[in-house]
């Protein structure tokens, strides 16, 4: 099965199966696929909004993006030939916390993200396993470049320099806002978790008493999963999460599981098949969704902390008690500077026009859930000057410094590097 699942992008099925063994260019000892190309041509037109709208276009853009990947792999094999460099394993655990969280941004709910797993026969960890290797091979290129770049310094005259040049070509510093908020999340219910393991129950029961899995499955599935009778192919122990692996990895051959509980709701699991370590699965899936009541309830909770908050309550405090953003709670909800015109458009919307420290708005609803917002600061669109802007002067000639030393390092690693277009001639 290939799948592109990128930023929200699946790529179709039939593209890749038509450029899935042409090899486009070999660097070294590593190979450029025709299909990874129109991967990263897809995900471009995505992420840009803006697709191709002729071959010359086209062409150009495959052309660009082809260099790309070359000089990306000219860094990968000289990060693999430095013994000094490592990547630990926490670390792409945490660039793929990342990576997913990023693609699950592209969908309005974490529920529709699950939903198009689901259709695409994939699962969190299935995508996660998918990203690894590049993730891995990402942060051993930083690495790598950062280990190169250490001892690059940027004097005053460099700076200056730099600003006479280009000043009037650095755009202006952006209006941005200074936030802290709080962060409630819609969960579900005891009574609907109740419910929901009762009819995974009775599904079962349905089963057991000769009731057709895939048909059950079809008709009562959630997010997509009763595609097929809710086949899920044969699978290892890796490709699920461990609470259905434990269940699963029990069952012989024409076993149904009991009702299990994972990340994603309740299962009931057949087995279909077994070849060597891999299970044919059947599953039917119950996502465990949160009612009317309990958007209501917290919809409720978040008007009570706004109301507090505006009649003089402890904002920061409010936050380390009730907000669910681990990452900015033990700061009193503090999320820092954020860029109004890089604002993720949930939220863009409500930041608009507010100038005003100390004023609060809300709650807006986003993906992650009810948001309560306090604006710290307020930094209005401004030019650049190298009076008032050192430092940010001297990081945009840091950047320009160091992006003149990575072009020279491409340089050099493709004139000692065999490189082999085959594109064209794949073509012919």
């Not at 590593?30 to 991967?39: D, Q």
């Not at 599935?221 to 434990?246: K, P």
């Not at 009570?304 to 920061?316: E, I, M, Y």
Request: aromatic fraction near 6%; include cysteine.
């Amino acid at each position: 099965m290939a799948v592109l699942l990128t930023a929200g992008l699946a790529a179709s099925s039939e593209a890749q199966r038509e450029t899935i063994d042409r090899i486009a260019v070999v660097v070294g000892g590593e190979v450029i696929l025709a299909s990874e190309i129109t991967s990263q041509v897809q995900l471009y037109a995505l992420q840009s909004g803006r697709r191709p709208q002729s071959e010359q276009e086209l062409k150009k853009l495959e052309d660009q993006i082809i260099e790309q990947m070359i000089s990306d792999r000219l860094f990968l094999i000289a990060a693999r030939k430095d013994t000094s460099l490592s990547v630990r394993p926490e670390e792409i655990e945490a660039a793929l916390d990342d990576r997913i969280a990023n693609v699950a941004r592209n969908f309005p709910t974490n529920e529709q993200f699950m939903a198009a797993l689901a259709q695409e026969g994939m699962t969190v960890r299935q995508l996660r396993k998918q990203y690894r290797t590049d993730i891995e091979n990402q942060l051993l290129k930083q690495r790598y470049i950062q280990q190169k770049l250490y001892s690059v310094s940027i004097s005053k005259h460099e700076v200056e320099e730099f600003y006479t040049e280009f000043k009037d070509s650095i755009p202006s510093q952006p209006e941005a806002v200074k936030l802290a908020h709080i962060l409630l999340t819609v969960e579900p219910s005891q009574q609907v978790e109740d419910s929901v393991m009762t009819l995974a129950t009775e599904l079962r029961q349905r089963i057991i008493n000769g009731a057709d899995f895939a048909t059950i499955s079809s008709q009562y599935s959630s997010m997509g999963a009763g595609a097929n009778g809710g086949d899920l192919g044969y699978v290892s122990r890796e490709d699920v999460v461990d609470e259905f692996a434990r269940a699963a990895f029990n069952l012989t051959v024409g076993d149904i599981s009991g009702v299990i509980r994972t990340q994603f709701g309740y299962h009931v699991i057949k087995c279909e098949g077994k070849k060597e370590d891999r299970l044919w699965l059947r599953h039917v899936l119950l996502a465990v969704p949160p009612s009317i009541d309990d958007s209501t309830r917290v919809m409720r909770l978040a008007d009570s902390l706004l109301q507090a908050a505006r009649d003089g309550g402890d904002f920061a405090e409010m936050a380390k008690e009730f907000s669910a953003d681990n990452s900015s709670r033990a700061q009193g909800g503090e999320l820092g500077w954020i860029s109004t015109v890089q604002a993720p458009p949930d939220i863009a919307p409500t930041l608009q026009g507010w100038q005003t420290p100390g004023e609060y708005r809300g709650p807006v609803e986003t993906s992650s859930g009810i948001h309560i917002l306090k604006l710290l600061d307020y930094a209005a669109e401004k030019a650049y000057t190298l009076e008032d802007d050192f430092d940010g002067i001297k990081e945009l000639a840091r950047q320009d410094k160091t992006g003149r030393l990575v072009d020279k390092w491409i340089a050099e690693l493709k004139t000692n590097t065999y490189i082999d277009y085959r594109l064209d001639e794949n073509a012919n």
